[in-house]
C-alpha cells in the first residue's frame, strides 16, 4: 500500500520493534497501549466470570457452581472489572493516549512516572490474580469487615494486597494529568479552550488522587487485622465493624465518578463531533464536572442507610445525594441540546455516544430512588441496585469506552474499521445491555437480595430473560474485538482527520510521529468551532485563524 | 415460570412507600420520554442530508435555557428529597407501646424471642395492626434483616443493638431474607414473618413452651457473674445503682452527656473505662467482654431496661 501523505519521521508503532522498546517505553502513547492489552486481558477475565453468573442465575436452583464458587465468582468480577478495568479503561488507555495530543504537548509531565503506574497496575492485577488461581476470595469486592477481617478463609490479604498496590498507579496517574494539563498546555490553549474530556480527566485525577488514599488505609487495615490480630473492626475488642465501611466508601463513591466522568468526555467529544456543533453550554459542562468531582466526596453516607448510622446522617447524605443529580442532568440536557442545528450522522462512535446518554439517563434517575431513605431501605442491597450501578458503569462507561475506542481507533491505530458491522456492533450493545440490566430493576424491587446464588421460584422469569440478555451483550462485546483486530492488518489506512473534527490530536498524522507534532501547534480558537456563522456547514475545519462571530465569547479562560 | 411484578405490601408504610416510589417512577418517564425526545426529533430533523434552515441559538438564550432547566431539575431535587425525608422522619423511632422483639442473627440462622421468653428459629410471629420493635444483634458478622412486604431492612451489626420497627396491616405469610452479604449460604439465610389476628397470636404464645425471657434470664446473669456485688442497693461499693437508670440522661467526666440507651448499656458492660459517668472511678472490671456471649450480653441489657425508667433518681454522692 503506497502512502500518498509521505510522514517526515515514522510513527510512534515503528519507532521500536523490540519486546523492550514496548515494555521500558515512556511515550505516553506506547503506555497507552501497554494499558490497552492488560485492561482487555481483565475485562475478558471479569466478563467471564460474569457469564458463569449468569449462567448460574439462569435457573432458581444451584446448578452450575457450588454456593462457595459463587461466592468467589462475584468478587472476581467485581474486583476485576472495578479496579482492573473499569477505574483505568478510559484514563489510562484513551486519557493517555489522548489527552497530550490534545492539549498540544509531546508527552506527559512525568513519561516515567507514566510507565511505572501501569507497572503498579499490572503487578496489583498479577497479585489478585494469584489470589485468585489458588483458590479464590469470598467477600465481595467491597470486603466488608468483620466478614473479611475475621471470617473469611480465603486469599482476603493477597486480593487487598493487589488492590493495594494497584491503588498507587492510579494515584500516580492522578498526578500525572494534573500536572500535565496545568503546565503543558499548548500556546493559546486556555483553560475555558480546552476539550471537555481534558476537563473530565481532570476533574478525574483529583478524585484519583484525593479518594484513593482511603481506599489504601481502610484495606490496610483489614490486612493488619487479619494479619497481626489487631482486632480494628472487632467489636468484642473495642473495634468496630462500620468504620471499614465509612472507609471504603469514602474511596468508592467518587470511584463511581472516577468510572463515569471520563466517559462524559469522551461522549462530548463524539457528539460534537457527528452533530457538526459546538457543544451547548461549554461553561455549564465545566462547572458540572467540577461540582460533581467535588460533591462526589459528600454522599459516601448513602451506601449505608442501613448499617445503622444516625438518621441524621441519612438524611444529610441524601440532600447532598439529591444535590449531586443537578450537575449530571445538566449535562445529559446539553448534550441532547448539542444535536440541535447540527448536522448528524449516525458512524459507529456516535452511536455508542448517544446509546452512553440514555443508558446513563436511566441509570441517573434510578440514582434518585436510592437517595431517598425510605425507597433505599427497600431496594439497598437488592438488584434495583445492581441494576443502578451497572446502568452507569456498564451501560454509561463501557458504551463512552467503546465510543472513544471506535472514534480515536484511526489515530491510535493508523488504520479504518469496517463500518457496517460495527454500527450493528453499537446496536447490538444498546439492546444486549437493556435486556440483561433491565429485567434486575424489577427484581430488586420485587424483593431479591444480591449476591443470592439460588433465589425462590417468584424471580426466575426475570432472571432468565436477564440471563438471555447477557448472552446478547457478550456477543455485542466480542464482535469490536474481532473487526479491530481485523483492522489492524487488513484494514484501510486512515487520513489525519477522518472525522473532520476539530481537536488538536487530528492535526498530527495517524499514528502520530513519536514526538507527537512536527512543529508546535498554536491555538486559536474555542474547542468545538464545528459550525460558525457565514460559513458552509461542512467546511472543512484547516485551523486557519477566521473572525469570530459575535456568538462566541472569545477569550473566556 | 411464576413472574414477581412486586414486593407484595402488608404493612402501614407501604401506602406511602408505594405513592413515592410511583411519583419518582412518573418523573423519570416524563424524563426519559423528555430526552429520548430529544435526541430522536433533533437527530432527525436535524441529520446532514435535511434542507431544514439552521437558526443559531444567540449566546442570551442559550443561557437562559441553562438556567431554566438547572433550575428546573435543583426545585425537582429538593421537592423529592423534602417528600422522601418528612416521611422518614416519621418512622425513625419505634412507638413507645411497641411489642418487643428480639433478634439474633448469625450464619446462617435468624433467631427471634419474644417478650413472654418464646423462641423461633428462622420464623417470627406477629400480631396485625400492632406495632412491633425489632432489637437486632448478630452474634457473628453483619447480616441484615429484610421483610420485602413490610418494607423493611435493618442490618445486624455485631457489636450493637439497631433498633427497626413496623406494623403489618395484612394477615399472612412473608418471607425474610438476609440482604447482607454474609457468607457461603448467604442465599440460603431465610424465614418466614407470620402475621396473626390478635387472638390467634395470643393463642399462638401461650401454646409456647415455657422459657424465662430475657429480662429474667437477664437478672440471672446479674448474680451469677458478680454484677450485683456492686450494683446492688444494699452494696456498700460506688458503683451505680441500676434502678431507672435506663434511657435517662448522664453527664461524663469529659462534659458529654450521654443518654443511658441499648448501646451505651451494652458498651458500659463490655468496655466500663470507656464513657465513665461524672462521680464515679473507673474501677468496674474490664473483662465481661472475653467472659460474656453476645446472647448473654443481650440478656443482661434487657435486664437493666426492665428496671427502668422509674421514678428513682441516681444522684452522684459527694
Redesign the interface.
Known amino acids: 500500500m503506497t502512502d500518498a501523505t509521505a510522514e517526515p519521521t515514522p510513527a510512534y508503532l515503528r519507532a521500536g520493534r523490540s519486546v523492550g522498546s514496548w515494555l521500558l517505553t515512556t511515550d505516553h502513547k506506547r503506555v497507552a497501549i501497554l494499558y490497552f492489552a492488560s485492561i482487555t486481558v481483565f475485562f475478558l477475565i471479569g466478563g467471564a466470570a460474569a457469564t458463569l453468573m449468569r449462567l448460574e442465575l439462569a435457573t432458581p436452583a444451584a446448578d452450575v457452581v457450588t454456593?462457595?464458587g459463587y461466592?468467589k465468582l462475584f468478587t472476581l468480577h467485581g474486583v476485576i472489572m472495578v479496579w482492573f478495568f473499569l477505574v483505568p479503561a478510559i484514563p489510562a488507555t484513551l486519557g493517555n493516549f489522548i489527552l497530550p495530543l490534545q492539549i498540544g504537548a509531546r508527552d506527559v509531565a512525568f513519561p516515567k512516572l507514566n510507565l511505572l503506574s501501569w507497572y503498579l497496575n499490572l503487578t496489583g492485577g498479577l497479585l489478585a490474580g494469584a489470589a485468585l488461581t489458588f483458590g479464590g476470595v469470598?467477600t465481595?469486592w467491597?470486603f466488608?469487615t468483620?466478614?473479611s477481617s475475621?471470617?473469611?478463609n480465603s486469599y482476603v490479604t493477597l486480593a487487598a494486597a493487589g488492590v493495594f498496590v494497584a491503588g498507587f498507579g492510579t494515584i500516580a496517574t492522578g498526578l500525572n494529568f494534573i500536572v500535565t494539563i496545568h503546565t503543558l498546555r499548548a500556546p493559546g490553549m486556555h483553560w475555558m479552550r480546552l476539550p471537555l474530556f481534558v476537563w473530565s480527566i481532570y476533574a478525574t485525577a483529583i478524585m484519583m488522587v484525593l479518594a484513593t488514599p482511603a481506599l489504601a488505609i481502610a484495606l490496610l487495615m483489614v490486612v493488619a487485622e487479619r494479619t497481626f490480630d489487631m482486632g480494628l473492626f472487632d467489636?468484642?475488642?473495642?473495634?468496630?465493624?462500620?468504620l471499614f465501611q465509612h472507609g471504603f466508601w469514602f474511596y468508592s463513591h467518587p470511584a463511581v465518578y472516577i468510572m463515569i466522568l471520563p466517559g462524559m468526555g469522551v461522549v462530548t467529544e463524539v457528539i460534537t463531533c457527528f452533530?457538526?456543533r459546538r457543544v451547548?453550554?461549554y461553561t455549564?459542562m465545566v462547572l458540572a464536572l467540577m461540582a460533581i468531582s467535588i460533591f462526589g466526596f459528600f454522599v459516601w453516607g448513602h451506601h449505608m442507610f442501613?448499617?445503622?448510622q444516625s438518621?441524621f446522617a441519612?438524611?444529610l447524605f441524601?440532600?447532598l445525594s439529591?444535590?449531586i443529580?443537578?450537575p449530571s442532568?445538566?449535562k445529559?440536557?446539553?448534550w441532547?441540546?448539542t444535536?440541535?442545528?447540527?448536522?448528524?450522522?449516525?458512524e459507529a462512535p456516535m452511536l455508542y455516544a448517544?446509546g452512553f446518554?440514555?443508558l446513563y439517563?436511566?441509570g441517573g434517575?434510578?440514582g434518585?430512588?436510592v437517595?431517598?431513605?425510605?425507597?433505599d431501605?427497600?431496594v439497598?442491597?437488592?438488584y434495583f441496585v445492581v441494576a443502578h450501578f451497572h446502568y452507569i458503569m456498564v451501560g454509561g462507561m463501557v458504551s463512552a469506552f467503546f465510543a472513544g475506542m471506535h472514534f480515536w481507533w484511526p489515530k491510535i491505530t493508523g488504520r479504518l474499521y469496517p463500518e457496517g458491522i460495527s454500527k450493528i456492533a453499537a446496536l447490538l450493545m444498546f439492546m444486549g445491555f437493556n435486556l440483561t440490566f433491565f429485567p434486575q430493576f424489577?427484581?430488586g424491587?420485587?424483593?431479591?437480595?444480591?449476591?443470592?446464588?439460588?433465589?425462590?421460584?417468584?424471580?426466575?422469569?426475570?432472571n432468565?430473560l436477564s440471563s438471555a440478555g447477557a448472552l446478547v451483550l457478550a456477543a455485542a462485546y466480542l464482535l469490536p474485538m474481532g473487526y479491530l483486530g481485523w483492522s489492524l492488518v487488513w484494514g484501510a489506512r486512515a487520513p489525519a482527520d477522518p472525522w473532520r473534527a476539530t481537536g488538536l490530536e487530528w492535526r498530527t498524522s495517524s499514528p502520530p510521529p513519536p514526538d507527537n507534532f512536527a512543529k508546535q501547534p498554536t491555538v486559536e480558537r474555542e474547542a468545538y468551532a464545528y459550525?460558525e456563522?457565514d460559513e458552509a456547514?461542512d467546511h472543512r475545519d484547516s485551523g486557519a485563524h477566521r473572525p469570530q462571530s459575535r456568538?462566541v465569547?472569545d477569550g473566556r479562560g | 415460570m411464576n413472574i414477581a411484578i412486586g414486593p407484595g405490601s402488608a404493612s402501614v408504610v407501604s401506602g406511602p412507600f408505594d405513592a413515592l416510589f410511583l411519583a419518582l417512577l412518573l418523573l423519570s418517564g416524563a424524563i426519559v420520554l423528555l430526552v429520548a425526545g430529544l435526541i430522536v426529533v433533533f437527530s432527525i430533523r436535524f441529520r446532514r442530508n435535511s434542507q431544514v434552515e439552521r437558526y443559531r441559538v444567540p449566546h442570551l438564550l442559550s443561557r437562559e435555557v441553562e438556567i431554566g432547566w438547572t433550575a428546573g431539575v435543583a426545585f425537582l431535587a429538593l421537592f423529592f428529597f423534602w417528600w422522601a425525608a418528612s416521611y422518614e422522619i416519621g418512622l425513625v423511632a419505634p412507638p413507645p407501646d411497641a411489642l418487643e422483639i428480639h433478634v439474633e442473627a448469625k450464619q446462617w440462622m435468624w433467631k427471634t424471642e419474644h417478650p413472654n421468653g418464646a423462641r423461633e428459629i428462622d420464623a417470627l410471629h406477629v400480631p396485625v395492626n400492632e406495632p412491633v420493635a425489632l432489637y437486632l444483634n448478630s452474634q457473628d458478622v453483619i447480616h441484615s434483616f429484610y421483610v420485602p412486604a413490610f418494607r423493611l431492612k435493618q442490618d445486624a451489626v455485631p457489636g450493637r443493638t439497631a433498633v427497626a420497627w413496623f406494623e403489618a396491616d395484612k394477615t399472612g405469610t412473608y418471607p425474610l431474607r438476609c440482604a447482607e452479604y454474609c457468607g457461603t449460604s448467604h442465599a440460603r439465610m431465610l424465614g418466614e414473618v407470620t402475621v396473626m389476628e390478635p387472638d390467634a397470636y395470643a393463642r399462638w404464645s401461650e401454646a409456647q413452651p415455657e422459657a424465662d425471657n430475657l429480662a429474667t434470664e437477664g437478672s440471672g446473669y446479674f448474680t451469677a457473674f458478680g454484677c450485683s456485688g456492686c450494683h446492688s442497693p444494699a452494696s456498700k461499693v460506688h458503683a451505680p445503682k441500676l434502678a431507672g437508670v435506663y434511657g435517662r440522661p448522664f453527664e461524663l467526666e469529659d462534659g458529654r452527656t450521654v443518654t443511658a440507651d441499648q448501646a451505651y448499656v451494652r458498651d458500659s458492660i463490655l468496655q466500663p473505662k470507656r464513657d465513665v459517668v461524672a462521680g464515679y472511678r473507673p474501677i468496674m472490671p474490664d473483662d465481661f467482654a472475653a467472659t460474656l456471649t453476645p446472647g448473654q450480653v443481650t440478656a443482661l441489657t434487657a435486664y437493666i431496661r426492665s428496671l427502668g425508667p422509674d421514678e428513682a433518681r441516681m444522684e452522684p454522692a459527694p
Do not use: C, K
Not at chain 1, 444535536?339 to 449516525?346: A, K
Not at chain 1, 437517595?371 to 425507597?375: D, W
Not at chain 1, 443470592?452 to 421460584?457: A, C, F, G, L, R
Open positions: 454456593a462457595e461466592n469470598d465481595g467491597t466488608y468483620p466478614y475475621l471470617y473469611s467489636p468484642e475488642r473495642g473495634g468496630d465493624p462500620i452533530a457538526r451547548f453550554g455549564a442501613v448499617s445503622g438518621a441519612s438524611l441524601s440532600l439529591f444535590v443529580a443537578v442532568a445538566i445529559v440536557f446539553n441532547s441540546a444535536l440541535y442545528g447540527g448536522h448528524v450522522t449516525f448517544l446518554v440514555g439517563t436511566l434517575l434510578s434518585l430512588f437517595a431517598s431513605v425510605p425507597i431501605v427497600h439497598h442491597d437488592t424489577i427484581l424491587y420485587a424483593g431479591m437480595p444480591r449476591r443470592y446464588q439460588v433465589y425462590p421460584d417468584a424471580f426466575a422469569f426475570w432468565a459550525h456563522r456547514p456568538e465569547p
